[in-house]
């Protein structure tokens, strides 16, 4: 058989599951997700870093028909401080695990749609700071604390997956003050 024919026939037969896979990306219980983008930073740690970038791996869990959804996260925050130079260099890194509860703003989106949602929840930060100079490594401090977020995102739906836009609010409680930063991400669930 011509590979050519093969080949097409293939193309036009994954082209034409593609709304099926797209509608039964909603319907899945389980999915997976991958997200980064830039940390802005606020109030006092707004003063202390500069900018930084994020990572995120997520699982979502849909329970049931309903709309709602649960998204765990395993994130890494990395700021550098102002100031930082060839001699002197700081560096703030935050580990966080958190549970996000999602409520979509609209029913299921077809393939080519948007859906705005919003996003809550709270888990376990750890954060380290390390300073050096000249290379070499001087005072370096960890902790772990509680912290909450709070934002809101929007979906676009494409064949087979959904990407997405999402800003959060992060405030980490710590020994008599708080980090605050902003992360905006964009990323991809299957």
Known sequence: MNTRIVRLAGLLGAVALMP???SAQDSKPISVGVMGGISLPVGDLGDAV???YNITGSVYLRPGTG??????????????GKGSNNIVDVNLNVLSVTGNVLFPLGSTVAEGGIRP??????????SSSEASVGGVSGD???????????GGGVEFRL??????????FVNVFGDGDS???IPVTFGIRF
């Open 20 to 22: 099926a896979l797209a």
């Open 50 to 52: 500069e900018s930084g």
């Open 67 to 80: 709309m709602l959804m649960f998204r765990g996260d395993v994130g890494y925050d990395s700021f550098e």
């Open 117 to 126: 949602y919003l996003i809550g929840g709270g888990g376990l930060y750890r």
């Open 140 to 150: 370096s401090d960890s902790s772990n604390d509680l912290g909450i977020g709070v």
């Open 159 to 168: 064949a087979g997956f959904s990407t997405f836009a999402e800003a959060r």
């Open 179 to 181: 980090a605050r930063w």
